[in-house]
């Protein structure tokens, strides 16, 4: 090995202890176990496919998740065609949909209401049960914002949960209450869409 690359390389290997003692230092601060609360929001793609990548992890181990979509429920979904055909006695999976289209579709405010209840009693009953490791509550940030359900009893549902179970939130414009009691917050944000470009939404890519 030439001096030059013997310099390189020992460059590379000073810069990586130093990562490695930093990461250390983290590791060895975060004692804490619990549960987390997640919420993914912004206009970006990805915050439903983030969260069903949760979905899979936790299923993966055989941990019971139960998953909510407000405002889907009209459209097919690829993740819950393939994951409601695991077996549920090794990967425990609960889903629940409003079954209406979207707002501006529907118009009907008492009907997408009384449709976002529904789902909701079953999420809060998920929230109350230890045995359940995770909740996903996708496009939650919609039924909130729209008040078809009411902030505080979420909130407070949230912040009850037992400890050892995980919460994500999804969806666009999640306000900073939410943000204020999640434990991590990712903001997906749009630099460039397909579909700004005139090109329809893609099975097996967007839903």
């Given at each position: 090995m030439s001096n030059s690359e013997n310099d390189k390389q020992q460059r590379h290997k000073k810069r990586m202890q130093a990562r490695k003692e930093i990461v250390d230092a983290g590791v060895a601060k975060a004692l804490e176990e619990r549960g987390i609360f997640i919420v993914y929001t912004g206009d970006g793609k990805g915050k439903t496919t983030a969260a069903m990548g949760t979905v899979t992890r936790a299923l993966g181990y055989g941990y019971k998740?139960?998953?909510?979509?407000f405002i889907k429920g009209v459209w097919e979904c690829g993740e819950k065609n393939l994951l409601s055909q695991l077996p549920s006695e090794q990967y425990p999976?609960?889903?629940?949909e409003m079954g209406t289209d979207f707002t501006w579709e529907t118009q009907d405010f008492e009907a997408d209401k009384a449709a976002a209840l529904a789902v909701w009693e079953k999420l809060k009953a998920a929230l109350a049960d230890d045995s359940v490791y995770l909740v996903v509550m996708d496009e939650l940030t919609y039924a909130l914002n729209y008040k078809w359900l009411d902030k505080a009893e979420v909130l407070s549902a949230i912040e009850n949960r037992p400890k050892e179970q995980s919460v994500i939130v999804t969806g666009r414009g999640a306000k900073q209450y939410l943000m204020d009691i999640a434990d991590t917050v990712t903001e997906m944000?749009?630099?460039k869409h397909a579909f700004e470009s005139g090109v329809s939404a893609r099975k097996g890519v967007e839903w």
């Amino acid at each position: 090995m030439s001096n030059s690359e013997n310099d390189k390389q020992q460059r590379h290997k000073k810069r990586m202890q130093a990562r490695k003692e930093i990461v250390d230092a983290g590791v060895a601060k975060a004692l804490e176990e619990r549960g987390i609360f997640i919420v993914y929001t912004g206009d970006g793609k990805g915050k439903t496919t983030a969260a069903m990548g949760t979905v899979t992890r936790a299923l993966g181990y055989g941990y019971k998740v139960v998953v909510g979509q407000f405002i889907k429920g009209v459209w097919e979904c690829g993740e819950k065609n393939l994951l409601s055909q695991l077996p549920s006695e090794q990967y425990p999976l609960q889903w629940f949909e409003m079954g209406t289209d979207f707002t501006w579709e529907t118009q009907d405010f008492e009907a997408d209401k009384a449709a976002a209840l529904a789902v909701w009693e079953k999420l809060k009953a998920a929230l109350a049960d230890d045995s359940v490791y995770l909740v996903v509550m996708d496009e939650l940030t919609y039924a909130l914002n729209y008040k078809w359900l009411d902030k505080a009893e979420v909130l407070s549902a949230i912040e009850n949960r037992p400890k050892e179970q995980s919460v994500i939130v999804t969806g666009r414009g999640a306000k900073q209450y939410l943000m204020d009691i999640a434990d991590t917050v990712t903001e997906m944000k749009s630099q460039k869409h397909a579909f700004e470009s005139g090109v329809s939404a893609r099975k097996g890519v967007e839903w």
